[in-house]
């Protein structure tokens, strides 16, 4: 069956967008599938003076200039549009572009992590509504298929857990503060000079990329939506070079990990720095790649690795919903389940890794190890570290067992008021 061609409007052509843009119209197998038809921008002359520029058009720039437009009731009336690809990030305008695009029964294809997580139910029925489809890959894992691997798995599995690496500067920046014994200010500035990172770093660094990729992921998984507000979320700003030496000295490497798990209690959803085992493949993801390990009851363990940061992987990830939707592939999302219960972290158990900067005078340890123990807190093991003996301060690290965190939480806050306890202290989950 001979398939014509789908004409494509692009919405937003920033680093991503004038990348599918080039490739869409420059690629000549995939100018056999798909024709440029719209690019809506904000500023035309800004962008004909990039792509004028942009030796990636080749001879094809006078046809590229033709394609924009500022105006959006021009691009959204475009009856010759068949598929719509937002670009431009963020929650405004995207969302009403989304929506407008949906209504007028043109597939949409996003990478927009923020949209989806927000508004991932509402768009999907809106799809259905309008039997067109609406795809997210680049939201998610970039180069890595994640959605497309998680819809299959559905097909004859139910997902258990998904525990992943979603976040590619995150990454980058454990993984050579722990290669290369590099401070977190250094590595990041690098990371930003790469452009594995942000000029304002925050939504990496403080886990919100990853909490809003977790969320859809869990979502789908599940089948119901999860609401962003129940996911707890933790970043890697407080960790240092010290915490790395130690994991190290307990077999330890240090990930930024999103989790998303089904208890018999509930769903419980976090992004937070955790100690990973040196044993264990997640701790050997290095620099700015993803991989997500997925749970089913059938299939066991499934893994995916690829590049998790870059236009050029999302840009990829983008070119594939789009060969999606031209060939017709089967990948409807389904969020039809009841409301679940969803688990805070203090209804959750865990272990944990704890530093703490403390006196070094006689029981100092007696004290903490009763607070633990009046809060049904078993501790592991204990390591002390001399950091600066003109002060009298030393490193005490404490491993815990399993314990619930509330529990836990209890503990800590009466141990950081010890008058022997000189900085706030330093908590990280234990992935076992």
């Known amino acids: 069956m001979v398939r014509s061609r789908l004409n494509i409007g692009i919405i937003g052509i920033g680093n991503i967008g004038l990348e599918v843009f080039k490739q869409l119209i420059s690629n000549s197998q995939l100018s056999e599938l798909f024709s440029i038809e719209s690019v809506l921008v904000r500023d ?33 009336s475009n009856n010759n549009i068949d598929v719509i690809i937002e670009l431009i990030g963020g929650l405004e305008p995207a969302y009403s572009f989304v929506k407008r695009a949906l209504e007028y029964k043109k597939h949409v294809v996003t990478a927009n992590k923020d949209l989806i997580a927000t508004h991932i139910e509402e768009l999907i029925k809106l799809s259905k509504k309008n039997n067109v489809k609406l795809r997210f890959e680049g939201s998610v894992g970039a180069g890595i298929p994640i959605i497309e691997v998680l819809s299959d798995m559905l097909k004859q599995n139910q997902i258990q857990k998904i525990t992943g690496i979603i976040n590619g500067t995150s990454n980058y920046i454990l993984s050579s503060m722990f290669e290369n014994s590099s401070n977190f200010e250094n590595v990041l500035k690098e990371a930003q000079e790469l452009g594995f990172a942000e ?50 000295e307990f077999g330890y490497n240090i990930k930024l990990l999103a989790i998303t798990e089904r208890k018999p209690e509930g ?95 006689y029981g100092v340890l007696s004290e903490i190890s009763g607070i633990f123990s009046n809060n049904e807190i078993s501790i592991a093991s204990v390591i002390q570290k001399d950091i600066d003996n003109s002060s009298g301060v030393v ?31 330093i908590i990280i989950r234990i992935n076992d």
């Open 44 to 76: 035309i002359k800004k962008y004909t003076n990039i792509i004028s520029k942009d030796i990636g058009f080749e001879n094809k720039v006078d046809i590229a200039l033709e394609k924009l437009t500022d105006s959006e009731d021009k691009f959204f």
């Open 199 to 248: 000029s304002d770093p925050t939504n990496d660094v403080e886990g919100f990329d990853a909490k809003f990729k977790i969320d859809i992921l869990g979502s789908i998984a599940f089948g119901s939506r999860i609401p962003l507000k129940t996911v707890y979320v933790k970043g890697i700003s407080e960790i240092s070079n010290k915490d790395m030496n130690y994991a190290r």
């Open 267 to 361: 769903i419980y959803s976090s992004v937070s720095p955790a100690l990973v085992s040196l044993a264990q493949p997640m701790s050997k993801v290095g620099g700015n790649y993803n991989a997500v390990e997925i749970l089913g009851d059938l299939v066991g363990n499934l893994w995916i690795q690829g590049e998790g940061a870059g236009k050029n992987s999302t840009s990829s990830a983008v070119l594939g919903d789009l060969m999606g939707i031209y060939y017709g592939s089967n990948d409807d999302i389904n969020l039809s389940k009841g409301r679940e219960k969803y688990l805070t972290r203090e209804e959750i158990i865990l272990k944990n890794y704890i530093r703490l900067s403390v006196e070094d005078k």
């Open 395 to 425: 490193d005490l690290v404490i491993m815990t067992h399993d314990s619930k965190g509330i529990n836990f939480d209890t503990a800590i806050d009466s141990v950081s008021k010890i008058s022997s306890v000189k900085e706030k202290p």
